[in-house]
């Protein structure tokens, strides 16, 4: 056979093979392997508004544990002597949260780690990781990681507001004492809320609240004023106080609405100016 045949005739053979291969998600090369569960995710994050954004940074994709779910790492040095752990709200992709980051760590000493706690699928509170395993994964994370105890702020915006009272009773009570500062963005507490309830009832320690520092973010035209916006957050300070924890900063934005934290950045930047101060 001829050199020009057999090139043509071994190049159809490889194109043949791959398109009989099974689709792969696209990611970031630097990336550890996602498999099943978290491949869907990742795909399905793929859709969100901010994907392409995110993914230009070449963001590192960390698998959870259990093989559910994935976090995005990205670190503006190779040793960030500050983080911050975002928990996106309901139906969340930390993919999007790493492009919301963005513009505001982008020439700041920090690392970002963003928790995909949402599985994928609808609303309810099966399709998202509960407080204890948000934390499993963050101490994972974050040891992986070399993360020193004191040097991270956690953040929940909405629903993971919600759930960041649980998460950080979790840290102080049981856990390793990673967060120096906990920003609550427009999400107020559930005193009925299970992992509310687990905290009241001692059961992620006595008072584990006790000493934890906290911001709290509302704007005044959330649509949902009593829950989430500046009637809401205030609530929310109190409890946290009750609770022998300390508001360091209530931000009550008159214009803003949902999101007010980041949608303004004003906002943000006074966020990261305590933290880092």
């Known amino acids: 056979m001829k050199l020009l045949p057999l090139i043509i005739c071994l190049m159809v053979a490889a194109e043949v093979c791959l398109a009989q291969m099974p689709d792969k998600v696209a990611m970031p090369a630097n990336k550890a392997e996602l498999t099943d569960r978290a491949a869907?995710?990742?795909?399905?994050?793929?859709?969100?508004?901010?994907?392409?954004?995110?993914?230009?940074?070449?963001?590192?994709?960390l698998p959870t544990s259990d093989g559910q779910s994935f976090l995005v790492v990205w670190k503006t040095t190779a040793t960030p002597r500050h983080w911050i752990v975002s928990l996106p709200g309901t139906r969340g992709f930390a993919t999007d949260d790493l492009a919301i980051w963005y513009p505001h760590i982008k020439n700041l000493d920090?690392?970002?780690?963003?928790?995909?706690?949402?599985?994928?699928?609808?609303?309810?509170?099966?399709?998202?990781?509960?407080?204890?395993?948000?934390?499993?994964?963050?101490?994972?994370?974050?040891?992986?990681?070399?993360?020193?105890?004191?040097?991270?702020?956690?953040?929940?915006?909405?629903?993971?507001?919600?759930?960041?009272?649980?998460?950080?009773a979790l840290d102080a009570g049981r856990g390793k004492h990673y967060f120096a500062l906990s920003v609550a963005s427009s999400g107020g507490v559930g005193l009925d809320y299970p992992p509310t309830r687990a905290i009241v009832d001692g059961r992620f320690g006595d008072q584990p609240l006790r000493g934890t520092r906290w911001i709290t973010v509302a704007g005044a035209n959330d649509s949902n004023a009593d829950r989430d916006g500046i009637a809401g957050m205030r609530r929310t300070a109190a409890w946290l106080k009750e609770q022998g924890a300390t508001v360091i900063e209530t931000i009550e934005d008159p214009h803003e609405g949902h999101g007010a934290m980041m949608r303004n950045a004003k906002n943000t930047q006074r966020v990261l100016d305590l933290f880092l101060k």
């Open 40 to 61: 869907e995710l990742y795909q399905k994050a793929q859709g969100g508004k901010w994907f392409s954004k995110a993914a230009h940074l070449k963001p590192d994709i």
């Open 110 to 168: 920090v690392g970002l780690v963003c928790v995909q706690w949402w599985l994928g699928s609808d609303d309810t509170n099966k399709s998202y990781y509960a407080p204890l395993q948000i934390y499993r994964e963050i101490d994972i994370a974050l040891q992986r990681l070399g993360v020193q105890p004191g040097t991270v702020m956690l953040h929940g915006f909405s629903r993971g507001s919600a759930n960041s009272y649980a998460v950080a």
